[in-house]
């Protein structure tokens, strides 16, 4: 049988829909490598050297007071041990994690771009926005694990310990949410009220002040109880802290390095309480203070070799909330939330300054930052209502690593004062 010559098919309507589509996502696809493999790329490795500096530096005093400046007891001794270990792995854990978590958030579009490099190449990096993810999840897995090696099923410290732990990880959900929608800044005051509230709701904790020495002639008390407006206290101390984290920030490594700084000052003091009292109640509550911020120190710690100048990273909202939260347990379970107030007497300057724009009485933009020039490379400060513009109206133009710098140099300033203020003070004011 002869063979017929294969006639050119008929194109019909459908079959060229069908091309166009396979066209259109070819064309899509060959469009989006590119991108996706600028997402894939590396971030800038962690800064190691500094980090180990800096460790060095913070860390050094508190190992001395716990083993050789104080004898404290075995039973105390073990839990912060361990805890340590425990950190030491979630330090590097976070290192690792980090990278591997920053392709993740590229490829849904959280990242951002540096402001304060606007104008010079590194201003149109796309900077993975919202690690502070992985320092909240690593410090979860930690102080969950922990509790195994701790705590009896029957601890009285327990119930406080969860409770305090709900809220953690309630902010950092919630901050987590605001990384991703955005939400209006009014809004962000009203997010740690809604964490907060485990804590208060579990809370079984005296809620009775030490009267000042000096007042007591003319309140007629020593020990006075609040009751239910300690607890309103306590809330209003858990937003304050957790906001004034979000709200000093703007230049890389200032969100991360305040934390480590305030972490450090707080782990000091409560070694010291632990070993200048005999009371087993009053050390129990600075070791639940230590096993908190143990994990919180050695997580950040890995963040900032990362968010450090010039960042790879970006922290978000995620991580300021997550850590301000963390210390504001800490500071009214271990019952000094005073101190805790003076270790944070930057942030308290900070607010101060911001409330004219806070509150509506001047104009609050959306970014209170400096202004960059990118032909010198030095930020000068605005007129915005900040400690960064204030400090730079002060003292003149600065790099922005220099300004992060004396920042951190501030915050250390205002913790050793409350160290001093509690040495002249012991015995005369309480």
């Not at 740690?192 to 020495?213: N, V």
């Not at 100048?309 to 909330?321: C, E, L, N, Q």
Request: aromatic share 12%; net charge positive; charged share 15%.
């Amino acid at each position: 049988m002869a063979r017929k010559r294969a006639s050119k098919p008929t194109t019909t309507t459908e079959d060229t829909i069908t091309t166009t589509k396979e066209a259109i996502l070819t064309n899509n696809k060959e469009t989006k490598r590119p991108q996706e493999t600028n997402n894939d790329q590396p971030i800038a490795p962690p800064k190691k050297g500094f980090i180990f500096k800096l460790s060095l530096l913070l860390i050094a005093p508190y190992f001395y007071l716990l083993f050789f400046h104080y004898q404290i007891q075995h039973d105390l001794i073990k839990p912060i041990l361990i805890n340590a270990g425990l950190s030491l792995v979630g330090f590097f854990l976070t290192v690792k994690m980090i990278p591997v978590a920053s392709k993740y958030v590229l490829r849904r579009n959280l990242f951002g771009y540096d402001i304060n490099k606007k104008g010079t190449p590194q201003g149109t990096v796309k900077v993975p926005e919202s690690l502070g993810i992985v320092v909240a999840v690593v410090f979860m897995v930690l102080t969950i694990v922990f509790q195994f090696f701790t705590f009896a099923p029957d601890s009285i410290w327990l119930v406080e310990y969860n409770a305090a732990l709900a809220s953690i990880c309630f902010m950092t959900l919630l901050g987590f949410i605001d990384d991703v929608l955005d939400v209006p800044w009014r809004v962000k005051l009203v997010l740690p009220s809604i964490a907060a509230l485990p804590l208060l709701m579990a809370y079984a904790g005296h809620t009775t002040i030490i009267i000042p020495k000096p007042l007591i002639p003319y309140v007629g008390l020593k020990l006075l109880d609040l009751g239910f407006i300690y607890k309103i206290y306590m809330w209003f101390l858990a937003i304050f802290c957790t906001n004034c984290i979000n709200i000093h920030a703007g230049i890389n490594g200032l969100e991360v390095g305040q934390t480590v700084v305030i972490a450090s000052a707080i782990l000091i003091h409560n070694v010291m309480q632990i070993g200048a009292s005999a009371d087993p109640e009053y050390q129990q509550a600075h070791a639940f203070s230590v096993y908190l911020v143990q994990p919180l120190l050695a997580t950040s710690m890995a963040l900032l070799s990362y968010n450090w100048y010039p960042s790879s990273v970006f922290v978000g909202d995620t991580y300021t909330y997550f850590a301000g939260m963390t210390m504001a347990v800490v500071g009214i379970l271990g019952h000094f939330s005073e101190t805790l107030l003076i270790f944070f007497l930057a942030q308290v300057l900070n607010f101060l300054l911001s409330v004219p724009q806070l509150f509506g009485f001047r104009h609050c933009p959306r970014h209170r930052l400096p202004r960059f020039d990118p032909q010198t490379g030095l930020l000068t400060g605005t007129d915005d209502g900040t400690l960064v513009n204030f400090y730079l109206r002060m003292f003149g133009r600065k790099s922005e690593n220099s300004l992060c710098v004396h920042l951190l140099l501030v915050q250390a300033l205002g913790c050793c004062i409350c160290f001093g203020l509690r040495y002249l003070l012991t015995g005369w004011y309480k």
